[in-house]
């Protein structure tokens, strides 16, 4: 439970870092694609391959904290989502359990042994005083 009231607590600060992280991560890789892809083409073959090798490790260290806080941010926001979700079904479960058991039994009813008992001649309101000295 101290794990759903942190994050249902820090829910909106979650979803402000994930999407910072994310468009961080949009603009990089749009920067990547049009304006350092193309300059691949003025790499001479000799050097390409060494190159190519360096991109990979430069754009990886560059691209790792965003990736990691992007990540770490979803799966708070997506357990935050997650625990509201099973907390509706585990509600709706229980409000609606009435009509499909057999004896008309809430959770609260099972929980203390009792039964829903229908009275149709009104035994119980018309003879109160059941028990004889």
């Not at 892809?37 to 430069?58: S, W």
């Not at 989502?81 to 039994?105: E, H, S, Y």
Request: hydrophobic residues 50%.
């Amino acid at each position: 439970m101290n794990v759903i009231n942190a994050l249902q607590r820090n829910g909106r600060t979650l979803i402000v870092v994930h999407c910072a992280a994310t468009l961080f991560m949009v603009g990089l890789i749009w920067t990547i694609h049009y304006v350092h892809y193309p300059l691949f083409a003025y790499v001479g073959e000799t050097t390409y391959v060494d190159f190519q090798d360096a991109h990979v490790e430069r754009i990886g260290r560059l691209l790792f904290a965003p990736w990691l806080i992007e990540a770490v941010t979803l799966a708070g926001v997506l357990a935050g989502i997650v625990a509201q979700i099973a907390i509706l079904c585990t509600l709706g479960i229980l409000l609606f359990m009435p009509l499909w058991d057999k004896r008309n039994q809430n959770i609260w009813d099972k929980v203390s042994g009792t039964y829903v008992v229908n009275d149709p001649t009104d035994t119980w309101q018309t003879k109160p005083n059941l028990v004889s000295n």
